[in-house]
């Protein structure tokens, strides 16, 4: 017997034919069953997705909730320290109010007290050092109400400003506001708005400038007119005594205001260059 018979035999055929096949009959009860656990599978692959991003979203959820609150703690914090600083801002002005009024009222005093001495007769040597000294204590209390004056006027804020942008005299940035202010005013009025006109006018009576910056432009160019054609040492002195730098070059002065430089010649052509000259620095800087 060869090996295809032995082969044959074991598998039930007669030796010398082919070997008989064994066939698997798939009945519609088994592709239902097959079918049904593939859904199945599906079905739970599906649905751990889900929980997956459920799970997810919750997190994320809770995470943006968490980001919310802490913001909202943070608000109101910044919301506590700022109407802290309102109150004593407040505070402060009422407080200098007070040292304005007791100063006028000190000064009042001080003059009706000269007035009553002045009308008493047979004024003698010693009575009239003592109204000289008396008008000197009188001079002394109008510049100390003065000073509390400026002082308030600058301190008084019209507007918050960033705490880096410095200012090259005090309450400068204070009247540049004021200044543009009343040049928004006289605008609206032109223009017919008359609300708008109407509450920067009361904003300007409320908060009267100091008129620093007037002085400051006639200062620039009173020293220029006197320097004429020649922008002396003296005349740059008077210029830095005002908060000007001066840097010196090759070829021309150099000029600069918080950041703000401008060239003076040194040997200007004519009288009229340096007034040119002036005339810009004041329109740049005031």
């Excluded at 082919?18 to 009860?29: D, F, H, Q, W």
């Excluded at 090759?250 to 401008?262: C, M, S, T």
Aim: glycine share 4%; with cysteine; charged share 30%.
């Amino acid at each position: 017997m060869n090996s295809n018979d032995y082969f044959a035999s074991l598998l039930g055929g007669a030796p010398g034919k082919t070997p008989a096949r064994r066939t698997t009959v798939v009945t519609p009860g088994t592709i239902a069953k097959v079918r049904q656990e593939q859904a199945a599978d599906a079905f739970a692959a599906e649905r751990n997705q889900l929980l997956a991003a459920q799970d997810a979203l919750k997190d994320e959820l809770d995470a943006q909730r968490e980001a919310s609150e802490s913001l909202a703690r943070d608000l109101a914090v910044v919301r506590d320290e700022l109407q802290s600083a309102r109150e004593n801002a407040r505070r402060e002005s009422d407080a200098m109010l007070a040292r304005i009024a007791a100063a006028e009222a000190d000064a009042a005093a001080a003059r009706d007290e000269l007035v009553a001495e002045r009308a008493k007769p047979h004024v003698d040597e010693s009575l009239a050092a003592e109204n000289a000294a008396k008008d000197r204590e009188i001079a002394r209390l109008h510049e100390l109400l003065e000073d509390a004056q400026r002082t308030s006027l600058s301190s008084s804020v019209l507007l918050d400003k960033p705490a880096t942008l410095g200012e090259k005299f005090t309450g400068e940035v204070r009247e540049h506001v004021l200044a543009t202010l009343a040049a928004a005013c006289e605008a609206a009025e032109a223009g017919g708005r008359d609300r708008r006109s109407r509450i920067l006018e009361a904003v300007l009576c409320a908060n009267p400038a100091s008129g620093e910056l007037d002085r400051r432009r006639e200062a620039v160019r009173q020293i220029v007119k006197d320097a004429g054609t020649n922008l002396d040492d003296r005349s740059i002195s008077d210029l830095e005594k005002l908060g000007f730098r001066y840097i010196s070059g090759k070829n021309h002065h150099k000029l600069e205001w918080a950041g703000i430089r401008f060239p003076v010649a040194k040997t200007p052509s004519d009288h009229r260059s340096c007034l040119n000259s002036a005339a810009e620095i004041v329109n740049r800087v005031f």
